[in-house]
């Protein structure tokens, strides 16, 4: 039996892409990956992460899909939200691989509610579909995921920082060094891409620019 395990990174992310990976292997191999020492990405170093995935992707089968911060302002200017939009991407990367079991981490707080909703999107109609909070600590093959997803991702944020020559922090609002980029793409334009604007931190930082570009000019 085929099991996937699928995950995301750089959900609440400021800068980059959204990045949803699945990783599937049969179930008998399983206990190789927690004897490899897989577990959810968060608890692994950079380059422990770097080294498991080098190895995930050449003993099982994995997708990845990257979502721009362009597709998710257009998602959220056409009414969707964040669980949805996810949900789109797991359902692409079940279709795509057609495991015979799907082990999810569940965005949403109902995980049932998210698991009917995404059962209708599976064409693989014979997908047995598990959808749990914390999947990626529970389930070694969601874990797996979760490496994958969290070194992609990483690697995007490396490339746009090769691309306008400074560091971007993690790339959430939390960090001041993202903050000080958007600041800076915000006034000037250059990086802006890589910006989600539909967050409300980019609306607060646009803003401030604009008020402080009054008091200078006044």
């Known amino acids: 039996m085929k099991v996937l395990g699928i995950d995301e990174a ?20 399983i206990p190789l990956l927690k004897e490899m020492g897989v577990k959810d990405s968060k608890l692994l170093s950079k380059r422990r992460r770097e080294s498991l995935y080098d190895e995930l992707i050449r003993i099982g089968k994995y997708e990845v899909i990257k979502t721009s911060p362009r597709e998710i302002d257009q998602r959220f200017r056409n009414g969707m939200n964040l669980n949805q939009l996810e949900l789109i991407k797991m359902a692409e990367i079940i279709n795509k691989l057609k495991p015979d079991k799907a082990i999810i981490d569940s965005p949403h707080p109902i995980p049932d509610k998210f698991k009917i909703e ?16 914390k999947a990626d600590y529970k389930y070694v093959i969601v874990g797996a995921g ?68 009054i008091g200078d000019f006044k």
């Open 118 to 133: 995404i059962e209708l999107k599976v064409d693989h109609k014979k997908c047995e579909v598990v959808c749990e909070n």
């Open 146 to 213: 979760s490496v994958i997803a969290k070194v992609v991702r990483d690697r995007e944020i490396e490339k746009i920082e090769k691309e306008v020559g400074v560091e971007l922090g993690v790339g959430y609002p939390h960090s001041e060094k993202t903050l000080e980029f958007a600041r800076k793409a915000i006034r000037t334009g250059r990086g802006l891409i890589h910006v989600r604007k539909s967050w409300e931190t980019y609306s607060r930082l646009k803003a401030e620019g604009e008020q402080k570009s």
């Open 10 to 29: 750089g959900r609440g992310a400021f800068i980059g892409p959204l990045v949803v990976a699945g990783f599937m292997i049969e179930e008998k191999r």
